[in-house]
């Protein structure tokens, strides 16, 4: 079974440019997760989808970053315009809700590293 | 809020020897999860051990184990044996009770390296 994916896994844009990040879920998992790390810090949560739903999007940083899950399958993080502090890594994370409070844990893609310059 | 903190930012092991990674957290809730997940070198982030607080009894799996210390807010991870392949990024993480185990927060990590 293919794990979580993430594409690309390097980006260098240039400031003020836009930037598609992309995660591929662990197929049949509804829970799909967006976390940032930036140099240094802890990693820190940006989303959480449940299928297509938004369910908590109190981790983004500002209206220049839109994520998308179309049909609930893989989601789409952007960033219009970049700018230097976004730089980073950005991971994407999957999990599957059974219901009755029983879930996996939260299985992870390497990651997209991005770099405004 | 929930805060994870890690001290250590690098730590090495010489490998056979047993090395011991800190993590501390901060919560009001009383039931919750821990975890630590590994990162190895550009690979993917995995779990590597998880408690649940109302269990007592300290998680272990094969040379990994924890020193879970409720009262104390501890949570550290031993790994006995250490091999070269466990040199990678660890990462210390909380979720709450009623979450969906993916809702994390983490500490800033430490940086294990396994000499040979």
């Known amino acids: 079974e293919a794990g979580v994916t993430q594409f690309p896994s390097h980006s260098v844009i240039e400031k003020g440019q836009t930037v598609t990040l992309r995660c591929d879920p662990i197929s049949g998992h509804d829970n799909l997760y967006w976390y940032r790390r930036v140099m240094g810090k802890e990693i820190k949560f940006l989303l959480h989808f449940v299928k297509e739903s938004k369910q908590d999007e109190s981790g983004m940083p500002n209206n220049r970053f839109l994520a998308e899950r179309t049909g609930g399958t893989y989601s789409t993080l952007k960033v219009q315009p970049a700018e230097l502090e976004d730089s980073g890594v950005y991971f994407c994370a999957s999990s599957h809700s059974f219901g009755a409070g029983v879930n996996t844990e939260a299985f992870f893609g390497q990651g997209t590293r991005l770099t405004v310059v | 809020a929930q805060t994870v903190t890690q001290s250590q930012p690098e730590m090495s092991v010489q490998e056979a020897e047993t090395v011991t990674l800190s993590c501390t957290y901060d919560t009001s809730e009383s039931d919750y999860y821990l975890f630590w997940y590994k990162q190895p070198p550009s690979r993917q982030m995995i779990l590597v051990i998880r408690?649940?607080?109302?269990?007592?009894q300290n998680a272990t799996e094969n040379r990994f184990s924890v020193n879970f210390q409720k009262a104390a807010k501890s949570f550290s991870l031993k790994i006995s044996d250490s091999q070269l392949g466990d040199a990678a990024m660890y990462f210390c993480a909380y979720a709450s009770r009623g979450s969906t185990l993916g809702r994390l927060y983490f500490g800033r990590g430490t940086q294990l390296t396994v000499w040979p």
């Open positions: 408690q649940e607080a109302y269990k007592q």
